[in-house]
């Protein structure tokens, strides 16, 4: 499912008026879409108002406005245009934003959004703002059309203020803002009402950003002449700092079809964790001389580090003329990393959380979409930017969101699982960028049907029945 932006719909719209259709057209046949939807689920004695802005998102409420007027007992409108819109009745008494204040929106069963669509991009104005917390304060039902106003379309930023929407009704396709945080938490239940123009010229455009799909798993099938050492070698290195989130890494890993995990630890730890893990492979190193040159002279496909680091030692060295993928969590998600990792960056995955995403880029730029944008002109890897609206990024090219995720996910350990997985992935043969889009599937399926909590181990323990195809692929917040 494609996700679009303020400039995608724009080009869209115009595609469309270009091949012939009026603008005119275009708008009531939207707004007589909107209705349909509307119309099974408003009861006649409800009492409606519809919110009408200045432009074509305006219009389109107009339209709704119309067809309801036969349909509901008690319909009101609120107008903040200069003037009425063209595809009202002319006879309709509207409130306006100087006489707003009377309304007592406490008698509303339904508030329909029609103030400002997808190409607000600055602050509302106070008076604006006023009205849309008054309105969030009321118990009605809200609707959506296109996107809640005060929500940005592009980075889900909210311009002083947003409509709060039980449900909104996207138009052909949905907003990529709709899904960011924190637009994602004024959405509601998000319906994609569909338009044949407009879905044609949606099917035909290069869109960039597209929600993240479910996946089956077959290419990490291993084949009938493979061993364990063909089937994929990851190497997790370990640091004395916090050992148990190198350790989930491995048992991770080891759960994703990786045919052989090997820990590089402290040599303090050797021995005890060879007793209490005999199932995964454990090799000591002395210092951080000796661990950089166990990692250059290793043969894995797959290097997973930073997963319980600190930060990245002083002494730390780099393997020359190496060809394995890395991925990069924890302690080694700072600003060295990008300049040291700059010149292998296609063989790297970062995988920071909303605090190490801004760490990265030393506090410069707020919200998590511009602040991945300016980390990858800087660094031209994959980047997998963690949280309930992850995005999964690569280079200057594609981008995938989360549609729909876990909140039970937000606990200490799993980020460190998901790492484990995707260095798994990476050690079985799939490029990082496939490594990244199927792990975090994976990674979030593991918590369907635990709204609440779950644990680290039962996460892990997860992983065989997901990758396997024994639980159902999750839900889908689009209808």
């Excluded at 604006?128 to 809200?142: G, K, M, V, Y």
């Excluded at 303090?268 to 661990?291: A, C, E, T």
């Excluded at 030393?362 to 919200?367: A, C, F, L, R």
Aim: neutral net charge; glycine residues 8%.
């Amino acid at each position: 499912m494609k996700l679009l932006s303020r400039e995608d719909v724009q080009k869209i719209d115009q595609k469309v008026v270009g091949l012939g259709q009026p603008q005119a057209a275009l708008i009531e046949t939207v707004g007589a879409k909107l209705s349909q939807w509307l119309h099974p689920k408003i009861s006649q004695d409800s009492r409606v108002l519809v919110l009408m802005g200045p432009g074509h998102n305006g219009d389109d409420a107009a339209v709704v406005h119309r067809r309801l007027k036969n349909h509901v007992q008690q319909l009101d409108g609120l107008s903040i245009g200069p003037t009425p819109s063209s595809f009202l009745h002319s006879e309709e008494t509207l409130y306006n934003l100087e006489n707003y204040h009377t309304l007592d929106f406490s008698q509303f069963n339904w508030i329909i959004d029609g103030l400002f669509g997808t190409g607000l991009s600055r602050s509302l104005d106070s008076t604006i703002q006023n009205l849309i917390q008054r309105i969030n304060n009321c118990q009605a039902t809200r609707v959506a059309i296109d996107i809640p106003t005060g929500l940005d379309a592009n980075t889900g930023a909210i311009h002083g203020a947003a409509f709060k929407a039980d449900h909104t009704l996207t138009i052909a396709s949905p907003k990529r803002g709709l899904y960011l945080l924190p637009g994602r938490t004024y959405a509601g239940e998000i319906h994609v009402i569909e338009i044949n123009s407009l879905n044609q010229a949606v099917a035909s455009e290069q869109i960039s950003t597209h929600a993240l799909p479910h996946f089956d798993f077959i290419g990490l099938q291993p084949k009938t002449d493979q061993h364990k050492y063909s089937r994929g070698k990851l190497t997790v290195a370990m640091s004395a700092d916090f050992p148990g989130a190198s350790l989930m890494v491995a048992l991770a890993a080891q759960k994703s079809g990786a045919g052989y995990v090997q820990v590089l630890c402290p040599q303090s730890l050797l021995q005890s964790l060879q007793i209490n893990y005999p199932h995964l492979v454990f090799r000591g190193y002395k210092d951080i001389k000796s661990l950089c040159q166990s990692l250059a002279d290793d043969d894995s496909q797959s290097v997973v580090i930073g997963s319980g680091w600190k930060e990245i030692p002083e002494e730390f060295r780099w393997p020359v003329d190496d060809s394995k993928t890395w991925v990069f969590d924890g302690g080694f998600l700072t600003p060295k990393i990008l300049k040291q990792s700059k010149d292998f960056a296609a063989r790297c995955v970062l995988t920071p959380h909303t605090g190490e995403l801004k760490r990265l880029l030393n506090d410069k730029i707020e919200g998590k979409w511009l602040q991945m944008e300016d980390l990858l002109r800087q660094w031209p890897g994959v980047l997998v930017a963690k949280g309930y609206d992850t995005i999964i990024a690569e280079g200057k090219n594609r981008r995938w969101i989360t549609t729909w995720n876990s909140r039970s996910l937000a606990t200490a350990g799993s980020g460190d699982i998901l790492a484990g997985i995707l260095g798994a992935f990476l050690a079985q043969g799939l490029s990082p960028q496939e490594a990244a889009c199927q792990a975090v599937d994976a990674h979030r399926r593991l918590a369907v049907n635990h709204p609440v909590c779950i644990s680290p181990q039962t996460l892990i323990n997860r992983i065989e029945v997901v990758l396997n195809g024994q639980e159902p692929a999750g839900p889908d917040e689009t209808t």
